[in-house]
């Protein structure tokens, strides 16, 4: 094409010579355009349904199967109009575009997942006129526009919203119950974040044509501050390799476009399960303790909301899946029961069932409860921290506290078990109203069973003891309260983690997590 250009350049260019010679023949003046057509090169003449039919060649040889990929071929297979090359060529849009690209490699990705190299070479032809019968024109450029779209595809809604789905992924990770048909999962991740949808793609699609890629792809650029950090990470040249998975796992879900972060918040409370720890940060003050979380089977989910209100000596409603798999077998048994405070509650009625009505289908009835009474011993220990979430899964306090000794604190049915509750209760309230905080202080001590009064009690010459409930000041107990402003709260999967002080720590992958992250973006490293 330019050089047919250039061919018309120098006609012209020969006619007014010709016109300025001192010659009054003008010889010049009786070149034809049959005279300069018969100098044209047919293998540089641009056809688009040549240039169509390649893409289409290129589309049903395509196997890779991220979204973007997809939609890269569901753009072309609908026939809609060229992004990248026109009549002209392809213009600077393809070098921002590739200016782009050069980074893929410090973001630990294959530059042939993204198809730098034949991008490159295809544009290198294109503006040197290097074709041949390997690679005619209309075949370069069909390669040139469908590699600049899958990879500028790519690299959009990957910088953009990450190169996995973490709510597919995680959310068909753990086999909750199968049978021959049908197969259902655990939910393990409920985290609001958005998504590329179609309406992303067709902006994606008027960027290019209106030439504002590189403000488009700037503002894609993952906002998490940690990003930048694991970035340097691995790009450093004492990186251990045995490391770089990790780094690239962690980098994975700075990605992620979660619509509510802890680095938006000056008050906040984070826990990060590989950690086992919670950290309650109030701009640069920062209280930190060990926490116990969810079994490999019973996993603690990730989510984000607000801490909204406390409970003192709350009861607990045992789940389903507790009743059924190990109370249940119990009907018959009043003291097992009875020793662990345990009663059964109609539903429908809101009333108590006598323990020697209880029955084996009561218990596998819906409509049934057990229920632990609030007090000492209860599993939820003393307060719980409620905040809204599909999974009923809560921070509190606990009555088995000696497992906060170990290093490895999986000890949940999904809960988040805190090893100052106290302190996290003053945290959230804030220090200014002495006289609430006195009251949950007391009734977290309080003996405030029905049963309490009964049982003898081995410290009662504790300075801290307090006495059963019919001698409690009454005036002093609370129930719960209110925590106003509602606190963020995050629950986390880091296993390369930034503590809020700056420092950078190192964690297990305890649910495997980082396996099933790592095989998803695989496909962009090798």
């Known amino acids: 094409m330019r050089k047919y250009r250039l061919l018309i350049l120098l006609f012209f260019v020969a006619i007014f010579l010709q016109s300025c010679h001192e010659d009054d023949s003008h010889s010049g003046i009786h070149l034809s355009m049959s005279d ?10 641009l056809n688009e349904a040549a240039i169509r039919h390649s893409i289409s060649r290129f589309v049903r040889a395509d196997n890779d199967s991220a979204q973007a990929d997809r939609y890269a071929r569901r753009y072309y297979g609908a026939g809609r109009p060229l992004l990248w090359v026109d009549r002209l060529g392809a213009d600077q849009r ?3 575009m590739l200016a782009f690209l050069d980074d893929v490699a410090k973001m630990g990705f294959s530059e042939q997942r993204f198809r730098v190299k034949q991008i490159t070479k295809d544009l290198q032809r294109l503006r040197q006129l290097d074709f041949s019968d390997a690679h005619p024109l209309n075949t370069v450029l069909a390669r040139l526009e469908y590699n600049l779209t899958k990879a500028y595809l790519n690299y959009a809604v990957g910088q953009g919203f990450g190169f996995m789905n973490p709510r597919a992924v995680l959310n068909h990770f753990d086999v909750k119950d199968s049978d021959s048909v049908h197969v259902t999962y655990h939910r393990l991740f ?7 949808d179609e309406s992303f793609y067709e902006r994606a699609y008027g960027k290019v044509r209106h030439d504002s890629i590189s403000p488009f792809l700037h503002d894609l650029q993952p906002r998490n501050p940690f990003y930048h950090r694991l970035l340097t990470m691995l790009n450093d040249d004492s990186l ?7 780094i690239l796992c962690n980098m994975e879900r700075c990605r992620w476009r979660l619509a509510d972060q802890p680095y938006e918040h000056r008050k906040y409370v984070l826990v990060n399960i590989p950690a086992y720890r919670l950290w309650a940060v109030d701009g640069d003050s920062i209280l930190t303790m060990r926490v116990g979380c969810g079994t490999s089977k019973t996993k603690t989910p990730l989510l984000s909301s607000h801490i909204k209100r406390l409970e003192v000596n709350p009861q607990w409603v045992i789940p389903r899946s507790i009743i059924e798999k190990d109370i249940v077998r119990h009907v018959g048994d009043y003291s097992y029961f009875e020793r662990r405070h345990y009663f059964v509650r109609n539903r429908r009625t809101g009333k108590n069932v006598p323990l020697e009505n209880v029955t084996w289908s009561m218990l596998m009835d819906k409509n049934y409860l057990v229920i632990q009474e609030g007090g000492a011993g209860n599993s939820l220990g003393r307060i719980i921290f409620r905040f809204d979430n599909n999974f009923s899964v809560y921070l509190h306090d606990t009555s088995t506290p000696g497992f906060f000794s170990r ?3 999986a000890v949940s049915h999904g809960c988040v078990r805190v090893q100052q509750p106290f302190d996290l209760a003053k945290f959230l309230l804030g220090q200014n109203d002495g006289e609430l905080i006195d009251k949950i202080g007391y009734s977290m001590k309080a003996d405030v069973s029905v049963l309490g009064s009964n049982r003898r009690r081995s410290y009662a010459d504790d300075e801290d003891y307090v006495p059963p409930l019919d001698t409690l000041d009454r005036s002093r107990l609370i129930s719960h309260c209110e925590v106003k402003p509602e606190v963020p709260i995050f629950l986390t999967y880091f296993t390369l983690f930034e503590t809020p002080d700056g420092s950078l720590h190192k964690y297990a992958d305890v649910y495997g997590f980082d396996r099933v992250i790592y095989k998803n973006i695989k496909s962009y490293i090798q």
């Open 190 to 196: 409920d985290i609001p974040m958005k998504f590329a």
């Open 240 to 246: 251990d390799a045995k490391d770089r998975p990790k």
């Open 36 to 45: 300069l057509l018969s100098l044209r090169d047919s293998s540089l003449i």
């Open 407 to 409: 290093n490895e604190r």
């Open 94 to 96: 393809a070098d921002t």
